[in-house]
């Protein structure tokens, strides 16, 4: 299982992103997914995830109101989409995946990740 992210770019701030991953059509139903990010010098952090229905959605409290992570079963892609965007939000974004950790936000929960994608925000 190997999720691959695209999206990322660079905007101003109060722009936005949609940023996309696709993961494996026989693999999609059955894997919980996620999105953290990783800020130069800092450890990476949780952003987004679904519960195990997919009903509830969860936020890390920084992207709140702006964010929203949502998925395309029959193109068996997740997406983020980012409004409001700021510099603090400048990071490479990662989509990760288990098959157990529905509604994770750790980090050590997730076994399967992409290789990134770079978001960049300027001021």
């Known amino acids: 299982v190997q999720p691959v992210e695209s999206g990322g770019g660079l905007v101003q701030a109060g722009g936005s992103l949609r940023l996309s991953c696709a993961v494996p059509?026989?693999?999609?139903?059955?894997?919980?997914t996620a999105w953290f990010r990783q800020a130069p010098g800092k450890e990476r952090e949780f952003v987004a995830t679904?519960?195990?229905?997919?009903?509830?959605?969860y936020y890390s409290d920084s992207v709140k109101g702006r964010f929203t992570i949502s998925r395309d079963n029959a193109k068996n892609t997740v997406y983020l989409q980012m409004n409001s965007l700021r510099p603090g939000d400048t990071a490479v974004y990662y989509c990760?995946?288990?098959?157990?950790?529905?509604?994770?936000?750790?980090?050590?929960?997730?076994?399967?990740w992409g290789q990134g994608t770079q978001v960049t925000i300027s001021s």
């Open positions: 990760a995946a288990d098959r157990s950790a529905y509604g994770s936000i750790r980090e050590y929960e997730y076994t399967y």
């Open positions: 059509r026989d693999t999609f139903s059955l894997y919980a």
């Open positions: 679904f519960s195990r229905s997919g009903g509830s959605t």
